[in-house]
Nanobody
Framework: QVQLVESGGGLVQPGGSLRLSCTASGLTFNFYTVGWYRQAPGKQRELVARITGGGSANYADSLKGRFTISRDNAKNTVYLQMDSLKPEDTAVYYC?????????WGQGTQVIVSS
């Protein structure tokens, strides 16, 4: 059974940082491209960043320079380092793993950026 578990969310002040983790089980992790998505209240889910099994990353244009995605295949984990956080980064952050079909989603972790 495939599971993706996100962690690391929470409440942070504007300008602060958080590191999210997505840990997978039940799949051959290095085969999968893993993406971080977010969904703010009343908005559609959007791609934040994704990284291939070999470590090639791409980002939403609006987030380049503030967010960094990385992975440790030995730990079956993908990270999202978020710096210089803004109130508009407030959302539930989800990870997604895709190789062939189906893709898999985690349950999400809440990030709130507020003073």
């Amino acid at each position: 059974q495939v599971q993706l578990v996100e962690s690391g969310g929470g409440l942070v002040q504007p300008g602060g940082s958080l590191r999210l983790s997505c840990t997978a089980s039940g799949l051959t992790f290095n085969f999968y491209t893993v993406g971080w998505y977010r969904q703010a209240p009343g908005k559609q889910r959007e791609l934040v960043a994704r990284i291939t099994g070999g470590g090639s990353a791409n980002y939403a244009d609006s987030l380049k320079g503030r967010f960094t995605i990385s992975r440790d295949n030995a730990k079956n984990t993908v990270y999202l380092q978020m710096d210089s956080l803004k109130p508009e980064d407030t959302a539930v952050y989800y990870c997604n793993a895709v190789w062939r079909s189906p893709s898999y989603w985690g349950q999400g972790t809440q990030v709130i950026v507020s003073s």
